[in-house]
């Protein structure tokens, strides 16, 4: 099976008219993107019922959070459940953006983690350092902490049915992409990681994105790394055009 995935993740923009705009073209696009490389769009919350029908089968759709918990009083969070009953397969877990903004924890990532497997939905758990954890040197340090609380107390079962997306924070949105090299190097070790907490066959067959500035510009060098397995695009997976040559440059 082919690890190559884009993903869009939009955040917090468009409307619902601009939404589906997006999609229609999107959906238009599909039919030339490399069979092997699968497409992923995480739209804000609200609109991912509606855009989990009109997707085709080349597009899947994906959360950008979930709550932990099954059911209960949770105001204003949406579970893993409710996910799975509206056609949602794939959920982004531990953005930068919500451990910065929203507290989240390695062990609030690990909770998330586990109730999506636990509905069958694919994780995208998002690791990454911040720019003085880089100029201190603690980069592979950071990323070892936070993969391993992700995906603690995972079977190796589990562990291959989650997405990695490695998104250094100094990179995120500021214009600023790691090199191919920085990236690849930061991949191979979480893959080595990956394969001391499950088995090298397992950390053979997890999809690790590259997150952070990623655009057509840069996408093909990057990508052509050999353990970059493809990217988390912010930005550039708003606009149609941007977002399908990210796709085309496999
Ligand atoms: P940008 O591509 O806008 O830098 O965002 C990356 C990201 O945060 C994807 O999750």
Redesign the pocket.
């Known amino acids: 099976m082919s690890r190559k995935i884009v993903?869009?993740?939009w955040?917090m923009n468009k409307s619902m008219t601009e939404a589906q705009a997006l999609v229609q073209e999107l959906n238009g696009m599909a039919g030339a993107w490399p069979s092997d490389v699968k497409v992923i769009i995480?739209p804000p919350m609200l609109y991912l019922t509606q855009i989990a029908v009109n997707t085709g089968d080349n597009l899947h759709v994906a959360a950008q959070n979930c709550h932990a918990e099954k059911s209960g009083a949770y105001t204003g969070e949406v579970s893993a459940v409710q996910l799975k009953s509206s056609g949602v397969n794939f959920c982004?877990l531990g953005?930068?953006?919500r451990r910065q903004y929203f507290g989240e924890t390695d062990e609030s990532v690990n909770a998330k983690v586990k109730s999506c497997l636990a509905e069958g939905i694919t994780p995208i758990v998002?690791i990454g350092e911040l720019l003085e954890e880089r100029e201190a040197g603690r980069e592979f340090s950071v990323v070892e902490t936070q993969l391993k609380g992700g995906l603690e107390g995972l079977s190796s079962e589990e562990i291959e049915k989650c997405i990695v997306?490695y998104?250094p924070v100094w990179?995120?949105?500021?214009?600023k992409?790691a090199s191919s090299d920085q990236a690849q190097e930061i991949h191979a070790f979480i893959r080595t990681k990956l394969s001391e907490i499950s088995s090298q066959e397992v950390a053979d067959t997890v999809s690790i994105l590259y997150?952070?500035?990623?655009?057509p510009a840069n996408a093909k060098e990057i990508f052509s790394k050999p353990d970059v397995d493809g990217?988390?695009?912010?930005?550039?997976?708003l606009n149609a055009s941007d977002f399908n040559a990210l796709i085309n440059s496999y």
């Open positions: 993903a869009g993740n955040k995480s982004i953005h930068s953006e998002c997306a998104e990179a995120i949105g500021t214009g992409t997150g952070g500035s990623c655009k990217g988390l695009i912010g930005g550039a997976s």
